[in-house]
């Protein structure tokens, strides 16, 4: 599943303020691609900017393996601008519609497609409330787990409760989300896209927190927890390290 950058800017800067390729190379070296076009450069000053980016972050790289992905990157970045949306709002009445459903996981579900599809609208204003995103990274998103079957079943009461329509090509992932309001002040702004099923269950009250560390949003085990399990072994790591050098 690619990851969703709402502010590319913001997250390119980084990049090369961190020397870094971020957890998904593709995404990082096409957002690349387009900040350094947004910033006036030309496709071989790209491409050459996108080379001595990946040396700082990868000094032993073989660099012929990311020709071809340099090459798409920086072909890609004439169509595509560099997006900077700060957040998607989400709005009361657009709560109270999911809220009115019956089952924890068709909200979580419903609440992640209305974040895609608003999403979608912030790039393209006639998308209409459809989104195209693979419905496994859909579940993945919400947070929605069990067989096939029951998450079949999650979006088809979604479904009958007129809150989502599918396309008429039955071979077709694509649902437009019928939800969608455009009135009103926001009540929420969605800046990260990773868990949001968890968002959802953390705005309801439920015992979810961000990390504090990458901003994750997980289940809170014990008031103490501060972090995500993968930030809290990397730090419990990094203190062992620095316990080593000092006995050393």
């Known amino acids: ?37 947004s910033e006036g450069l030309y496709a071989p000053q790209i491409r050459r900017k996108i080379e ?18 340099i090459q798409g990157a920086v072909e890609k970045s004439k169509k595509w601008p560099l997006r900077e949306i700060d957040a998607i709002n989400i709005m ?15 909200q979580q579900l419903l609440f992640a497609m209305l974040c895609l599809a608003k999403y979608r609208l912030a790039v393209n204003p006639k998308s209409d409330g459809w989104i195209n995103t693979p419905r496994v990274d859909v ?21 009958d409760a007129g809150m989502i329509e599918w396309p008429r090509r039955a071979d077709s992932e ?8 455009g009135v009103g002040e ?15 269950r953390q705005l309801a009250g439920e015992p979810y927190f961000a990390c504090s560390e990458c901003g994750l949003v997980v289940r809170r085990n014990s008031n103490r927890m501060k972090y995500c399990k993968d930030c809290a072994d ?13 006995l050393a």
């Open 52 to 69: 001595e980016h990946i040396l700082r972050s990868k000094p032993y790289v073989q660099m012929f393996r990311y020709t071809e992905m």
């Open 186 to 200: 926001p009540v929420l702004q969605v800046r990260d896209f990773r868990n949001l099923g968890y968002q959802y």
């Open 92 to 106: 009361q009445s657009e709560l109270e519609r999911i809220a009115s459903l019956d089952g924890t996981q068709e």
């Open 139 to 159: 579940y993945r998103m919400a947070n929605v787990f069990g067989t096939l079957e029951h998450k079949a079943e999650v979006q088809r009461h979604i479904h």
């Open 234 to 246: 990397e730090i419990n790591r990094q203190k062992a390290r620095e316990r080593w050098f000092q």
């Open 174 to 181: 694509n649902v437009r989300v019928l939800v969608c309001e």
């Open 1 to 37: 599943m690619k990851e969703i950058i709402l502010n590319e800017r913001a997250y390119a800067e980084k990049l090369i303020e961190e020397y870094s390729l971020g957890k998904d190379e593709y995404v990082s070296i096409n957002i690349l691609a387009k900040y350094w076009r």
